[in-house]
């Protein structure tokens, strides 16, 4: 799904380069925003829904995850990040803010690495 968002961006940037030039109409560009729009709206729900399986299994404990781990996932992540953004000056904010998908799935990987390795390593010294 990132991938298609990214490569979105492709198509709108072309759409508004060939409509300055007039080589097409305003309508085709807000087409292209309008089927952005709805790929943005599928990768949330889809961020929410899979944050929320993550929160229930993590809580559950069927993952190498503490359970503390379960208030770090993407979508907490950007709810902590966002008042940030908004604090920092213009235009920081406005460079930062195109990045918190981005931001906030790196901070959960991150973590996540983290926390793994330190579940794991001593796992496997047990086991020798």
């Known amino acids: 799904m990132g991938i298609a968002f990214h490569m979105s ?3 709108i ?3 508004w380069s060939y409509y300055y030039e007039n080589k097409i109409p305003l309508e085709v560009v807000e087409r292209y ?13 889809e961020m929410i829904f899979a944050s929320i399986l993550y929160v229930i299994l993590v809580l ?10 379960a ?3 993407p979508l907490f992540i950007i709810l902590y990040v966002l008042p ?6 213009a235009p920081i ?10 931001l ?9 690495i983290i926390v793994i390795r330190r579940n794991l390593i001593p796992m496997q010294s047990e086991r020798t």
């Open 84 to 89: 940030i953004i908004f604090a920092l000056p």
């Open 9 to 11: 961006y492709g198509f």
């Open 71 to 73: 208030l770090c996932n």
């Open 93 to 102: 904010g406005g460079y930062v803010a195109p990045a918190c998908l981005n």
């Open 60 to 69: 559950k404990g069927k993952s190498l995850f503490p359970k503390w781990m």
């Open 13 to 15: 940037g072309s759409s």
């Open 33 to 45: 925003d309008f089927y952005w729009r709805i790929l943005v709206a599928t990768m949330l729900v």
């Open 104 to 112: 906030s799935t790196m901070v959960f990987v991150g973590l996540s």
